[in-house]
């Protein structure tokens, strides 16, 4: 696989092909503009500046795209207003709070991530950082479906855990159930407007996002990260959310089961469990212990707060 790098500080529009086994390397500060179908098989990379796609322009066959913090992909002048591909899309750069769209891989437009839109047939999927990583995609983003219609579970979105956007403890929770006291006491958090983002995997819709039934969403724990009792991880925000028949399976449950589309790691050993109560609303999971565990520690608080009571 040879590399071509273009080191350019000037604004650039190019009507060619880049084809072939080669990958291209977008460096320094000025913005690249393609307006042909490429067949370069090779990886993108955005490293600095922007790589702007318009009219017929794409790059299907690419078998990534890598957009480093704060650089642009931009696909908003594409034909039809849609972008859809099927490589590996990451990213890079976090941000505490979900405005700090500026420090993100940023992808300006409406995308579809999906299956076989090139000559080689292939998954489409996104990991928003190695280790921690965030996207901001100014449009709207669709997690396509299943390969090729099938019940397949097609991992469409990766997300890294290392550390939480923040816990029950420092929200002050009473002890109420966990969801809707979330929902009604801390709603910044749910919203991406509080706590603190950069300790996982993120990804901002500034539009519309769409979920489809076997385009799966799989997290994982990173850097010897080990759950703790009262974690929240805001992993999701948008404008407006489309689930349909996307499941994000039961809740409370340990996770590692098969057969759902949003994939969790299994607590099992830590007994806790995962809750999606909020997945589908706001993009939000938390860790709480096993039912009996959790029966334990309500009475507990309860007898706590009956002998403050009565002193």
């Known amino acids: ?12 529009t190019y009507g060619g092909q880049i084809n072939g086994n080669v990958s291209v390397v977008k460096d320094n500060t000025g913005s690249l503009t393609l307006t042909s179908v490429n067949g370069m098989r090779g990886d993108l990379v955005i490293s600095n500046g922007s790589v702007i796609l318009t009219g017929a322009g794409s790059v299907n066959e690419a078998r990534g795209i890598q957009i480093g913090a704060g650089k642009v992909f931009d696909v908003s002048g594409v034909t039809g207003g849609m972008y859809s591909y099927d490589g590996r899309i990451s990213g890079g750069g976090v941000g505490a709070l979900r405005a700090d769209n500026a420090t993100r891989a940023q992808i300006l437009g409406n995308i579809t991530v999906t299956d076989n839109v090139g000559t080689i047939a292939r998954q489409g999927s996104i990991s928003p950082g190695n280790s921690a990583g965030h996207l901001y995609v100014s449009g709207d983003l669709t997690l396509g479906g299943g390969l090729w219609g099938t019940s397949t579970k097609t991992e469409r979105l990766t997300l890294e855990l290392s550390a939480p956007t923040s816990t029950l403890a420092a929200l002050g929770w009473d002890g109420s159930n966990v ?133």
Do not use: C, K
């Open 179 to 311: 969801a809707d006291w979330l929902e009604n006491s801390s709603p910044d958090v749910l919203n991406g407007l509080a706590g603190d983002l950069s300790g996982h995997d993120y990804v901002n819709v500034g539009g519309e996002l769409t979920l489809n039934e076997h385009g799966g969403i799989g997290v994982t724990l990173i850097n010897g990260y080990q759950p703790q009792y009262g974690d929240v991880f805001n992993l999701l925000d948008w404008t407006s959310v489309s689930v349909g028949s996307f499941d994000a399976g039961p809740t409370p449950r340990s996770g590692g089961e098969l057969g759902y589309d949003l994939n969790l790691p299994d607590l099992t050993a830590f007994q806790l469990t995962w809750h999606t109560d909020l997945f589908a609303d706001y993009g939000v999971i938390f860790v709480v212990p096993e039912p009996g565990r959790m029966m334990l520690l309500f009475f507990g608080l309860t007898g706590l707060l009956f002998r403050r009571r009565r002193a």
């Open 1 to 12: 696989m040879n590399t071509l790098t273009l080191n350019q500080s000037a604004s650039t």
